[in-house]
């Protein structure tokens, strides 16, 4: 079974992930990641690629497609937070290469390519004079 990581091994482990673009998860013990891609197509084939990947290590994300935006969380269930697998997972799902944006404001919502397109575009203000 796999063990919570020491905060030792969080030390040596997660700087790199940080710099990448993984954050700490504001609910529960886990790693968020927010990848914004040009398109739906793009997006698919991206999570095809986890889910092989995943599959390959026997670790599964929790995540959230929303049109052309992947949002994926790790934690290991079993253990009830961060595991060495998650940073395993992690580091495999980088090695991915993408054309995709990563959001690093994870404070704001995400807006899909499908919500931005039906946003009412902002009035253009009215002449001085």
């Known amino acids: ?14 700087p790199a992930l940080e ?3 993984w954050q700490a998860a504001p609910e529960g013990d886990a790693l968020r990641k927010v990848w914004k891609f ?15 990947e995943a599959e390959k290590m026997d670790h599964h994300p929790d995540w959230r497609n929303s049109y052309n935006v992947v949002d994926i969380r790790l ?16 580091n495999c799902l980088d090695a991915i290469k993408t054309e995709a ?9 995400i807006a899909c390519l499908c919500a931005e397109k039906a946003a009412p575009e ?3 203000a009215p002449p001085e004079g």
Do not use: K, Y
């Open 75 to 90: 934690t290991t269930h079993s253990c009830g937070g961060l595991s060495v697998l998650d940073t395993e997972l992690a």
């Open 38 to 52: 040009r398109n739906f197509s793009q997006a698919w084939g991206f999570m095809a690629r986890v889910a092989l």
């Open 101 to 109: 944006e990563i959001v690093l404001d994870l404070s704001r919502p």
């Open 1 to 14: 079974m796999a063990e919570i990581l020491s905060e030792e091994e969080r030390a040596a482990l997660l």
């Open 122 to 124: 902002a009035p253009e």
């Open 19 to 21: 710099a990448t673009g």
